[in-house]
């Protein structure tokens, strides 16, 4: 059993040597230094370690066998590299678990080479979509709608006159550990107290966070710096942008929060005040992008905002990167009744005024046969795909199952289905324009020649 565990114990050492970890080039630098700096010293005081081990590995090589040698050195040499790496680890790891430091050090080399991806939205989809997301690249921008004007995020938009920071909370706590405690401190809500019941703490930390630095972007960047978390979180805008909803019975509904309640079919969504100035960092991150993801969430109130945002919505159209929507499973009452996937397409390509936003569409393919009875008490029915007015706008399908497996009937998004349905297809398109782009170029050396 004793020399199990040491077997064991040395084959967990020997991860370390895994490629990527990118730790094995430094240790040898280390090394191979230590050893010069001992060589200058012996020679300094005429020691002549050179010609002594010369001389001894000469007198050596005469009465042993050369077999025997070799087995030595490599014994030794190999007794010293391991006891120098053990005391290294330990050292490095400082008590805490070998296994999760080196797990935590892989992934963090790996995913700092992941995709750069733009995903843009609020509400719980965005951060459902982040929570996935984030086991596949650190390299992630979450550009956040500022409408909300409801519950914790409305109260102190109207009291300390500061951007709704709701949605924004909840993408940080996404891309933090799930597991972590600061990360269950920043989702928890007040349930009791004179002016705190129904705030979150993460609410109240950013709001005086801003009034500390002045300024919504850095309160989110030293809020993301204390949980540690992969990737940034953006507002579309700094301007004071409230929603405001034409409807198609002429009547005008002021609020991302009577939206829904207004129960009616909207004709166009548009902000107060107009032209928001778009985030310089959200229009950078848009222009590096390799993958821009919309959706999914609310379309009216969560998604399309961000498109109302021109310089955005323009941004987007111009990029080079990969473009998927995200589409709802469910219509939204009040809001996406009776509305099919080609309806959610075209309401986010009207209110950017292009069609080059998106590429291609994510459906879910799967119901489960129990449907929860809620949905139709609410008026809530799955969103129905038509292939041919999609073909319309130019846009694809991509069809994968999304949703949680569940015995009660319940529709929501998997957060590791969902990104990894968005990083095949990615990849996969990513893929194809390679070989396009060799086909091509074999096309023109063919043209050459003639």
């Known amino acids: ?12 050492e020997a991860r370390w040597l895994i490629p990527g970890l990118q730790v094995k080039r430094w240790f040898a630098l280390i090394f191979l230094g230590a050893i010069f700096m001992t060589l200058g010293v012996l020679i300094l005081f005429d020691v002549r370690p050179v010609f002594y081990m010369m001389e001894f590995i000469q007198k050596l090589a005469r009465n042993v066998s050369t077999e025997w040698i070799a087995f030595a050195f490599v014994m030794f040499g190999a007794g010293i590299f391991f006891k120098g790496w053990t005391k290294t680890n330990l050292s490095i790891i400082d008590g805490k678990d070998n296994q999760t430091l080196l797990e935590t050090l892989y992934r ?17 989809g965005l951060s459902m979509l982040l929570k996935g997301i984030k086991h596949i690249t650190n390299n992630i921008t979450a550009v956040v709608t500022v409408g909300d004007d409801g519950g914790s995020s409305g109260r102190l938009r ?3 006159g500061i951007l709704p920071p709701g949605d924004i909370r909840n993408c940080i706590a996404a891309l933090a550990g799930d597991e972590d405690l600061v990360t269950k401190l920043f989702q928890y809500r007040f349930k009791s107290g004179e002016g705190l019941e ?15 630095t002045g300024d919504m972007v850095r309160a989110v960047k030293e809020s993301s710096n204390v949980l540690s978390i992969r990737g940034r979180v953006l507002p579309s805008t700094l301007d004071d942008m409230k929603l405001v909803a ?28 107009d032209n928001c100035k778009a985030l310089d960092d959200v229009i950078s991150a848009i222009k ?40 709802n499973i469910m219509t939204q009452p009040g809001e996406t009744d009776g509305f099919t996937v080609s309806d959610h397409v075209s309401v986010l390509m009207q209110h950017a005024q292009s069609r080059n936003i998106i590429d291609a569409v994510l459906v879910n393919d799967f119901m489960p046969s129990n449907l929860a009875k809620k949905y139709q008490m609410s008026g809530s029915y799955p969103v129905k795909l038509d292939l041919e007015n999609l073909k319309k706008l130019g846009v694809k399908p991509f069809l994968k199952k999304l949703i949680e497996d569940n015995k009660e009937g319940y529709v929501r998004h998997s957060s590791n289905r969902v990104a990894r349905a968005i990083y095949y297809w990615y990849r996969k398109e990513h893929k194809h324009d390679r070989t396009l782009f060799f086909n091509m170029k074999d096309l023109s050396k063919e043209e050459c020649k003639l």
Not at 1 to 12: E, G, S, V, Y
Not at 200 to 212: K, M
Request: aromatic content about 4%.
């Open 246 to 273: 034409e409807m198609e019975d002429g009547r005008i509904i002021h609020g991302e929060s009577n939206i829904p309640e207004a129960h009616g079919k909207i004709k166009r969504l548009y902000t107060d005040p």
């Open 158 to 160: 109207n009291e300390m």
């Open 198 to 212: 129904g705030h979150s703490f993460g609410n109240l930390f950013l709001t005086a966070l801003c009034a500390i």
């Open 108 to 124: 963090k080399r790996k995913l700092n080479r992941g995709p750069k991806i733009v995903a843009v939205g609020g509400g719980t």
């Open 1 to 12: 059993m004793k020399n199990i565990k040491n077997n064991t114990n040395m084959l967990q």
């Open 288 to 327: 590096d992008a390799d993958l821009i993801i919309l959706g999914p969430g609310s379309l009216y109130t969560s998604v399309t905002p961000n498109l109302l945002v021109k310089e955005i919505a323009d941004e987007i159209a111009k990029a080079k990167a990969k473009k998927i929507y995200v589409c």
